[in-house]
């Protein structure tokens, strides 16, 4: 296992990342417990999480995955060999995350999230503490053409301020953003430079074959500014791993559970996921672990964030570090991109 640094921090974060939406709905706190062994004893020392995790997102499971993680570090005494990463949910009109109120990323919620989140991981802080999405209206995930609304939300000034707070306190490390534009993180880091508050040490997108967007502005800020990014949903929800070719519906998939994977159902989407199949198949190489290490290896990425709801995706996860990606195989992906860009932002 590779690690890099996080930011300009001195942590050094692996190169892949445990991503945890998945426990407390399609996996129990057992499989959960396995996975985390697993990972660590593989050199993984990076856990993702949510206060709005497990996904899908509802009322009845909202912190399971953290309370998930909270008793692992309650019984594994481990919590000091792992970087902890969580977030707090942007403006929503779901109203269970704050006792009926829509969410805001102002004091008041932010330090109700902190706390809430501290005592389901049965922690005292959090390594980095991102802001899953922005607070004002903007289009995310899955949507590409910008639509302008002239509501600004909560000010990003003041959102800082109140992480600076924490920071102090002692209860958050560092801070990230996630879900967030070129603009919007432009605007954190000058807040920061202005007005002497915690940086943003990273930057939490989506990002695999079939979505690549980031590299269009974002990529150079994650360079020049060492905001590096954690790259979700590498696999595409599992469509780059083939399993739901030619009207595939495999049994317990999350799209056959939930139907939620549209993102991926976009009209360019079947033949640029066929082209890069085909690429893996030619190569001898299994598609799930081409398709992470392409994104595993790409110079503005600091994390990978896998996630597996079976330990054998899970190993096939992890042990994509080990694939080597041949100069024709790169030479074959990036003629691909070309060919499909951007088909499901």
């Not at 396995?34 to 009322?59: C, H, R």
């Not at 074959?332 to 991109?337: F, G, L």
Request: net charge negative; hydrophobic share 35%.
């Amino acid at each position: 296992m590779d690690y890099r640094k996080l930011g300009r921090t001195d942590l050094n974060v692996s190169t892949i990342c445990l991503g945890t939406m998945t426990w407390g709905e399609q996996n129990t706190e057992a499989e959960g417990h396995e996975q985390m062994d697993y990972a660590v004893e593989q050199g993984v020392n990076f856990f993702d999480t949510a206060e709005l995790y497990s996904v899908p997102p509802k009322a009845e499971t909202q912190g399971s995955t953290e309370r998930i993680i909270g008793t692992w570090f309650a019984s594994r005494r481990k919590r000091d060999d792992i970087i902890l990463a969580s977030k707090v949910v942007g403006r929503t009109q779901a109203t269970y995350f704050r006792g009926g109120e829509i969410s805001r990323l102002h004091r008041q919620h932010i330090m109700h999230a902190v706390e809430e989140s501290l005592r389901r991981l049965k922690t005292d802080y959090i390594d980095l503490y991102q802001l899953h999405w922005p607070d004002r209206d903007i289009q995310v995930f899955g949507s590409l053409n910008y639509k302008h609304n002239e509501d600004a939300g909560i000010p990003i000034e003041e959102t800082l301020g109140v992480l600076a707070e924490l920071v102090e306190q002692g209860k958050i490390r560092h801070i990230g953003l996630s879900n967030e534009t070129s603009w919007g993180t432009m605007k954190f880091l000058h807040h920061a430079e202005m007005r002497g508050l915690p940086r943003i040490v990273s930057i939490q997108n989506v990002y695999n074959l079939v979505a690549q967007n980031f590299e269009h502005g974002l990529s150079e800020i994650a360079l020049r500014e060492d905001v590096g990014l954690l790259a979700y949903s590498p696999l595409a929800q599992g469509y780059l791993t083939g399993k739901y070719q030619n009207g595939a519906l495999p049994e317990g998939s999350r799209k056959q559970l939930f139907n939620r994977l549209q993102r991926y159902e976009t009209p360019g989407a079947p033949d640029a996921i066929a082209a890069y199949l085909k690429i893996a198949r030619d190569h001898d190489l299994d598609p799930a672990q081409m398709a992470l290490q392409w994104v595993t290896t790409r110079p503005f990425v600091t994390s990978n964030i896998i996630g597996a709801t079976t330990m054998d995706q899970l190993k096939t996860n992890i042990d994509s570090i080990h694939v080597e990606l041949s100069e024709e195989v790169i030479k074959a992906i990036e003629y691909t991109n070309r060919l499909y860009t951007y088909p499901c932002p």
